[in-house]
Structures are given as C-alpha cells and as structure tokens.
C-alpha cells in the first residue's frame, strides 16, 4: 500500500511536470504546477505514516498556503496579460515589460 | 477494506490528472483538476490526516478552483478553440516527466530508507488536529508569521498588478 500511495504520488508529478512544459495556456500551466505540488504533498503524507511524529503535515500545511499565494498572483498576471496584450499565450508574456 | 478504497482513490486519482492533461477545452480541465483534488482530499481523510483533507477541500476546492474559475468567465472569450493544439513541444515535455518518473521511481525502489519506511508504514495512525494546532502554534510559530506575512504580500501584490492600471484599448 505504500509503494501504490509513492507511485501514485510521482505519477500524479510527472503528470503536473508534463503540463507545466508542454502547455501554451497560461491557466493550464498553472493546473499543472498545482498537480505537481498535490502530488509531493500526496508523497509527504505518505512517508508522515511511517514516523511517529506530525512534521509532514506542518510542511503541507505551509507548501498550501504557498500554493494559494502562487496561484493567486499566476492567475493576477495572466489577467493582466489578457487586459493589455489581448492574449492568454505564455509566449506574449514578455510583452508586459513595455507597460 | 481500506486498501481497496485507497486503491481504488489512487487509481481514480491518476486517471483524473491524467484527463485534466489531456481535455481539449480549459474549464474541462479545471473541472477534472477540482475532481484529482477531491480524490487526494478524500485519500488524506483516508489516510488519518483528517485535518489536511478539510483543508485541502476548503482551500483548493473553496479557494484555488473558485479562482481558476472565475479567471476562465473573465476571459471566456479569449479560450483557445481546442486546446490539443496549445501543445508547445510535446514530444520534450514527455520525455522530462518520463526522465523523472523513471528517475524517481528507480531511486525510491532501490533506497533503503524506503524499504525502511514501508515496514513501518501504518495506516491507523491517525493525526490529531489537536496535536498539529499545538506543534504549528508552538514549534513553529516563527513560520507560521512568516506565511502570514506572505499572504499579506501576495494581497498588496495582486492589487498592485491588477487594480492600479489602466486598461489598454
């Protein structure tokens, strides 16, 4: 049971790694730093079982209020994207500098 | 029982993130991002960690997803038509994450720390909220502040981004 919770864990990560480098949309870009989190907290939860004390669920307590910071300014940013460049493209972000 | 269940949790898990990935239109996939996250909430509550799953649903579900949804009804206009077609070089994509699953799993199948951990893995252990108040407001209160603070930063820093700038026709 828990080698399936790890794999699971790293799968789901591999997963979030995949859309972090191959996706153009910025919102799915963002989903796929958030699968990649999800699934280290998923690891760090699972290796919490096997020792007695509770420091695994301190750090993903903090790795979520990290997550929801990062989410909140990524999702800021990609609205102001879409304000002044009229574009959801990662690739157009470097356009923000000149306003 | 319970090995079934979380089996059957991890199983659901990987096929949603997996279709979170792969959906052709982005509130798909927001909609499948919010179904992984109940799937792991609901392995944490499973788990023992009775605490972080409340919370993971409060934050992620009541919070994170709320905003990802509120961003696409912004700019609904502006969705791709198809979002197959935004894949900006797959084929590397693929090979990194390939490169780090294998990578990871070869490590952790070969460590012996992790072979010690999983002889000592138990699921009925059961993490108390009352044991994690008292360590976070105690042993780590320092960091604690120290989030609170990066909250306050990331407030100042969205309304700066967003609220002090004129739109562009």
């Given at each position: 049971m828990f080698m399936l919770l790890v794999y699971t864990s790293i799968l789901i990560s591999s997963i979030g790694i995949f859309m972090l480098l191959s996706k153009k949309h910025i919102l799915s870009i963002l989903i796929g730093i958030e699968l990649f989190l999800n699934g280290i907290n998923l690891l760090f939860i699972t290796i919490c079982?096997?020792?007695?004390?509770d420091v695994a669920n301190i750090f993903i307590l903090f790795i979520l209020v990290i997550t929801a910071c990062e989410v909140a300014i990524g999702l800021a940013i990609f609205l102001l994207n879409q304000r002044i460049n009229r574009t959801i493209d990662i690739n157009d972000l470097d356009k923000l500098r000149d306003n | 029982m319970i090995e079934v269940l979380l089996s059957i949790f991890c199983l659901l898990a990987i096929g949603a993130a997996i279709t979170t990935c792969l959906s052709s239109k982005i509130i798909r996939s927001t909609f499948f991002f919010g179904i992984t996250l109940f799937i792991i909430a609901f392995i944490f509550i499973i788990v023992g960690s009775h605490l972080l799953g409340v919370i993971q649903i409060l934050l992620y579900t009541g919070g994170t997803l709320i905003l990802f949804l509120f961003s696409i009804f912004l700019t609904?206009?502006?969705?791709?038509?198809?979002?197959?077609?935004?894949?900006?070089?797959p084929i590397t994509a693929i090979l990194i994450s390939f490169f780090f699953f294998i990578t990871t799993t070869y490590l952790i199948s070969e460590s012996n720390t992790f072979a010690e951990l999983e002889k000592n893995f138990n699921l009925s252990k059961i993490v108390s909220t009352q044991d994690v108040s008292k360590s976070l407001f105690n042993d780590w209160i320092f960091v604690l502040e120290l989030s609170s603070i990066l909250l306050l930063a990331t407030i100042v820093g969205c309304l700066t981004l967003l609220k002090f700038r004129k739109e562009v026709d």
């Open positions: 079982k096997s020792y007695s004390n | 609904g206009d502006w969705d791709y038509s198809n979002l197959g077609e935004t894949f900006h070089k």
